[in-house]
Antibody, heavy 118, light 106 residues
Framework: EVQLQESGPGLVKPSQSLSLTCSVT????????WGWIRKFPGNKMEWMGY???????SYNPSLKSRISITRDTSKNQFFLQLNSVTTEDTATYYC????????????WGQGVMVTVSS | DIQMTQSPPSLSASLGDKVTITCQAS??????IAWYQQKPGKAPRLLIR???TLESGTPSRFSGSGSGRDYSFSISNVESEDIASYYC????????FGGGTKLELK
């Protein structure tokens, strides 16, 4: 069974970088697309970006200058870095697998809540 | 960008009721809509893709329909395990979620 688990700090200071890890079991990240989605207080959800089976990336244009998604295939993990965070980046962050053509999200992690506060 | 307007934001139902949630897209999404269930503290679960195709393991009391800009998701015979929030997602052009519907017991 495909399982994803996010990890990382729950509190980040404004202007710093947010870094999260998604650990995947039951499936290789060298297949499919893998990425990040976040849910803000109030329940609005936003896709952030993905990394493909080949390592190429695509990002939400609203985040393009601040976001980076990378991976470590030897550990079957992928990572999110979001720079210059503000309080508006406070959200629950989910990692997910993309599937299908066109792609949709099929497996998700439980999410990690990140608060941006001084 | 495609916007998804989901309604109602909350819904109260008795066990055994049928409930329906709607999502309207800001443009034709050619049936590329998925529906997710989320319980507090849990990962979202994909229930339906491409308007009406049930994922493996999705009970048959869940259904979806629609075309063009207008889509609906229904649960017939609501069970206690269905108490959760539900979200629609368009995936024809990037990805946009609806605002969610919280289903509660009456």
């Amino acid at each position: 069974e495909v399982q994803l688990q996010e990890s990382g700090p729950g509190l980040v200071k404004p202007s710093q970088s947010l870094s999260l890890t998604c650990s995947v079991t039951g499936y290789s990240i060298t297949s499919n697309y893998w990425g990040w989605i976040r849910k803000f207080p109030g329940n609005k959800m936003e896709w952030m970006g993905y990394i493909s089976y080949s390592g190429s990336t695509s990002y939400n244009p609203s985040l393009k200058s601040r976001i980076s998604i990378t991976r470590d295939t030897s550990k079957n993990q992928f990572f999110l870095q979001l720079n210059s965070v503000t309080t508006e980046d406070t959200a629950t962050y989910y990692c997910a697998r993309w599937r299908g053509i066109p792609n949709y999200f099929d497996y998700w992690g439980q999410g990690v809540m990140v608060t941006v506060s001084s | 960008d495609i916007q998804m307007t989901q309604s109602p934001p909350s819904l109260s139902a008795s066990l055994g009721d049928k409930v329906t949630i709607t999502c309207q897209a800001s443009q034709n999404i050619n049936k590329y809509i998925a529906w997710y269930q989320q319980k507090p503290g849990k990962a979202p679960r994909l229930l339906i893709r491409y308007t009406s195709t049930l994922e493996s393991g999705t009970p048959s009391r869940f259904s979806g329909s629609g075309s063009g800009r207008d889509y609906s998701f229904s649960i017939s015979n609501v069970e206690s395990e269905d108490i959760a929030s539900y979200y629609c997602l368009q995936y024809v052009n990037l990805w946009t979620f609806g605002g969610g519907t919280k289903l509660e017991l009456k």
